[in-house]
């Protein structure tokens, strides 16, 4: 298949990611459906005009004409999906997501799918902390990283595809890893991050704090504000990853403990000076 | 003393924080000079408009006419300062600061401090990750929060003009705590957070991770870019406060660890309904 102007695409779940790429792709003129759960969702976005049409039913005619269908769904629900409905695609028809973890949602469709249909995953990381199509928002992709995470199952046109989707919706970086290098590195970037969070949101249960608080406490816990059904279901598919990340990070934590009480202040400076340094490689690429 | 616009004011210091002090008063019609490190400083700001008058030496006739004074250098070398200098201040002079920490600079800034002094400690908490004057920003303070923090030796006088003083500057909130109610608060809302940004920032060394970021590793690690000869002073001072914040976030994490391993869905999803709501306290109040 080819990705132009007439290429029928079809969104399964219009949440903040969802809702991101329709806007994004309806701007610049592809022609975009959508199915989802709520009537108001939809009427929210035909409202302003983020899509051509859309349904809350499962609609085999509306399915089997899309060319390229884009799940925007939790991982399990996003399985299930895959499972009960996978029949109303024509032959040649291909999925993409925008999962978050990879290895076993990835696994676990590819293994299921019809033989004449190609599920090419990718995972565009420009999370928001509120959820529903209502904060979608396609600016958030500009200057943000796209990742396309094929396997040995998918075809070479398939990944040229999902790559130039990746570009259409206005990502600075597009990347390709296999299904397990993402895992490992999501587990330290963005799991890891989300833990970190939560654990300082949680660990201190004074009351009034927010009276003397300065931006980088609130830096900090931005994402605090978490999508649980979402999260916890993350954090459970790539638990090894994410324990192991978490074990490196506590260890790190211990060292600047140990220094604090020896009084190691060369130690500590040592340590901060490498920080800046690296931190210096993670600065926005200007847009 | 008085605070209005005749009143005698010298910054000592005119980095980041000084640099912003300076503009905030000056923008605002106060009298303000200066005492600080290097020429290019004074430069800076006299060619901005920021101060009145500056100087790099210690200038006995300058200090003996300062009516307020604020300190805004490490604590190390504020405390050094007071022990060397203090003979020039006139009597009935008011000095304040901008330390980090509290409880040790205090007590040893105010036992040593001459009878007809008075030492009146202010903690802005709007730092910047860089340093230096070129960093200065008055517009930080706008939202940010100001803490003054008297001890039996200071006058109800010293510590209403503390709080105006901090009015002046533009911060949003101003509060009263003791030292030691301080550094417990800072050990967890600002020295806990520039701990687990450096822990982050160096527990993983894999190459070209900067690829694939997204913002809440970005967010987490901006302060991570560090000033070591500050923080590492900071952090040594008030070492018992700070270990005892690592532990309970520490312990906070390894409870996490358990859920995971368990597969505690539940646990883990009461654990981010707590956070989310928490983290609601935090937002910035608009301004």
Redesign the interface.
Known sequence: MKLDKNTKILIIGLGVIGGGYASALTEKGYNVSCITKEQKDIDYALERGMIKHGTTKVDPELIGEAELVIFALYPTVFIEWIEKYQRYFKPGTLITDVTGVKESVVGTVQSMLRDDVEFIPAHP???RERSGVEYSDPQVFKG??Y?VTPTKKNTAEAIELCKSLGEILGFA?I?V?SPEEHDE??A???Q?????????????E?EG?????????????????????M???L??MN?DA??K?????????????RM??S?D?EG??A??????E?????D?PTV
């Open positions: 990381m420009a999370g943000a990283n990742i970086r990347s890893l590195m999501i330290f970037l963005s890891l991050t989300h833990c970190i969070a939560v654990a300082l949101m949680t660990c201190n004074a704090l927010e009276k003397y608080t300065g931006d980088s406490f609130r830096d900090l816990t931005r994402i605090a504000k978490i999508n649980d059904a999260w916890s279901e954090f459970l638990k994410l324990i990340e978490m074990d490196a990070f506590v260890g790190e934590v211990e060292k600047m403990k604090l009480i009084g202040r500590l400076r340590l901060m000076q490498r920080s800046t690296r931190r210096s490689l993670f926005k």
